[in-house]
């Protein structure tokens, strides 16, 4: 260990050209991968982890009342669509079980198995759900609801009374199973409310003297964002009349977008990579060069080529710690001074991985050259002639 610190300090300054070198490769890489990083995770989380995108809209913008019913069947037998269900929602009166008014919420009829699209999990609830808006939560008439509490539905229905219609109130029985927070949810009112579907589907039809309920338009489920387009598409071919709305049709740019910031900064790691290695190996020829004479006189004093070797890959180890460690300050210092004066943070959430990465790097890549180097040179050391270019 002696001779590797003594031999570090005797050819630190010949090593500073690859330090260098490997230092600035890695704060570039350093750079460009927290640029990507970031990017990816602001897809992810504003993309694909939105449960926004999961919702397309189906409408027909010329007659609003007047919506095909057999697309609903229809688009549940496609590949890609978790549900479809028609908006029937509507405000309506919340009461308790002693009759106490509660408030109006909107409510829309949903099936047990797309509950987990909102947010939901569906294990153990039944068919008599009632999920209330999260915005009651902190409303004072809801405090003393619990879970498997009743809650009441009132509305209002159309009944014919001889050759007369009327209007009959009438009362449905849910069970509140909590809250469903929607405020995220684009294409639904920010004060919705959750029931199932077949209930929701009654309440419109009691709403019209004929029993058809009213739609305006027609919601659908697709889990696999990347198939929207092509349910979009059959939509439209099978009804001229409708059209269809979803948030990705207006953010679709953004996922190529970002694919070809990935994919332009693999190519630009992957060239100074090249370079960087280029670079130091050609630097590393040239000191080893220079470093015949040491392996020479250790072949003469009688050392073994494993310990020779041993104590070239220590020294190479040591500067290539160095180089990670300094690597490293200045990754932190430059990346803390954006996060600080420009709040552009590449530092807090992926620090760890500069650490990993750059210490892989700056290790692997000398150790690896020199290795390659030395052994090549060990190999044709035993020649009169390489004694006599070396000791001469």
């Given at each position: 260990?002696?001779?590797?610190?003594?031999f570090?300090?005797?050819?630190?300054?010949?090593?500073?050209?690859?330090?260098?070198?490997?230092?600035?490769?890695?704060?570039?890489?350093?750079?460009?991968?927290?640029i990507v990083?970031?990017?990816?995770?602001?897809?992810?989380?504003?993309?694909?982890?939105?449960?926004?995108?999961?919702?397309?809209?189906v409408?027909?913008?010329?007659?609003?009342?007047s919506?095909?019913?057999?697309?609903?069947?229809?688009l549940?037998?496609q590949k890609?669509?978790?549900g479809?269900?028609?908006?029937?929602?509507?405000?309506?009166?919340?009461?308790?079980?002693?009759?106490?008014?509660l408030?109006i919420?909107?409510?829309?009829?949903?099936?047990i198995?797309?509950?987990?699209?909102?947010?939901?999990?569906?294990?153990?609830?039944?068919?008599?759900?009632?999920?209330?808006?999260?915005?009651y939560?902190?409303?004072?008439?809801?405090?003393?609801?619990?879970?498997?509490?009743?809650?009441?539905?009132?509305d209002?229905?159309?009944?014919?009374?001889?050759?007369?219609?009327?209007?009959e109130?009438?009362?449905i029985?849910?069970?509140?199973?909590?809250?469903?927070?929607?405020?995220?949810?684009?294409?639904?009112?920010s004060?919705?409310?959750?029931?199932?579907?077949?209930?929701?589907k009654?309440?419109?039809?009691?709403?019209t003297?004929?029993?058809d309920?009213?739609?305006?338009?027609?919601?659908?489920?697709?889990?696999?964002?990347d198939?929207?387009?092509?349910?979009?598409?059959?939509?439209?071919?099978?009804?001229?009349?409708?059209?269809?709305?979803y948030?990705?049709?207006?953010t679709?740019?953004?996922?190529?977008f970002?694919?070809?910031?990935?994919?332009?900064?693999?190519f630009i790691?992957?060239?100074?990579?090249?370079?960087s290695?280029?670079?130091?190996?050609s630097?590393?020829?040239?000191?080893?060069?220079l470093?015949?004479?040491?392996?020479a006189?250790?072949?003469?004093?009688?050392i073994?080529e494993?310990?020779?070797?041993?104590?070239f890959?220590?020294?190479?180890f040591?500067?290539?710690?160095?180089?990670?460690l300094?690597?490293?300050?200045?990754?932190?210092?430059?990346?803390?001074?954006?996060k600080?004066?420009?709040?552009?943070?590449?530092?807090?959430n992926?620090?760890?991985?500069?650490y990993?990465?750059?210490?892989?790097?700056?290790?692997?890549?000398?150790v690896i050259n020199?290795?390659i180097k030395?052994?090549?040179?060990?190999?044709?050391k035993?020649?009169?002639e390489?004694?006599?270019?070396?000791?001469?």
């Amino acid at each position: 260990m002696k001779t590797v610190l003594l031999f570090c300090n005797r050819n630190f300054r010949k090593f500073i050209g690859v330090i260098f070198s490997l230092m600035t490769f890695m704060l570039i890489f350093n750079l460009i991968l927290g640029i990507v990083l970031s990017v990816y995770d602001n897809m992810k989380i504003g993309i694909v982890d939105n449960n926004s995108l999961y919702f397309m809209e189906v409408y027909n913008e010329d007659e609003p009342m007047s919506m095909p019913y057999n697309l609903k069947e229809d688009l549940e037998m496609q590949k890609g669509v978790a549900g479809a269900f028609f908006d029937s929602s509507h405000p309506v009166k919340l009461i308790d079980n002693e009759n106490n008014s509660l408030d109006i919420t909107n409510i829309f009829g949903v099936s047990i198995d797309v509950l987990k699209f909102f947010g939901i999990d569906k294990d153990n609830v039944e068919n008599n759900f009632i999920f209330l808006n999260k915005s009651y939560k902190n409303n004072k008439k809801f405090k003393d609801i619990k879970m498997g509490d009743r809650i009441y539905i009132k509305d209002y229905k159309y009944v014919k009374d001889g050759e007369l219609w009327k209007s009959e109130e009438y009362l449905i029985e849910r069970t509140f199973y909590g809250f469903v927070d929607t405020k995220n949810l684009s294409m639904f009112n920010s004060d919705l409310s959750l029931i199932d579907y077949d209930t929701s589907k009654k309440i419109a039809r009691g709403m019209t003297k004929n029993g058809d309920p009213y739609f305006t338009r027609l919601i659908v489920i697709a889990p696999e964002v990347d198939m929207l387009e092509e349910i979009s598409d059959y939509i439209k071919e099978k009804n001229s009349v409708v059209k269809t709305r979803y948030t990705l049709e207006t953010t679709g740019n953004l996922p190529r977008f970002a694919v070809i910031i990935v994919t332009i900064s693999i190519f630009i790691i992957v060239i100074l990579f090249l370079i960087s290695t280029f670079s130091v190996s050609s630097n590393l020829t040239q000191i080893f060069n220079l470093r015949k004479r040491d392996i020479a006189l250790f072949d003469i004093l009688g050392i073994e080529e494993s310990k020779v070797m041993k104590m070239f890959i220590g020294e190479i180890f040591i500067y290539g710690i160095v180089t990670f460690l300094l690597t490293s300050i200045i990754t932190f210092v430059l990346f803390y001074g954006f996060k600080s004066f420009l709040g552009f943070d590449i530092l807090t959430n992926y620090q760890h991985i500069y650490y990993l990465l750059n210490f892989v790097l700056s290790v692997g890549i000398l150790v690896i050259n020199s290795f390659i180097k030395l052994k090549k040179i060990l190999n044709t050391k035993n020649t009169m002639e390489y004694y006599k270019e070396v000791l001469k």
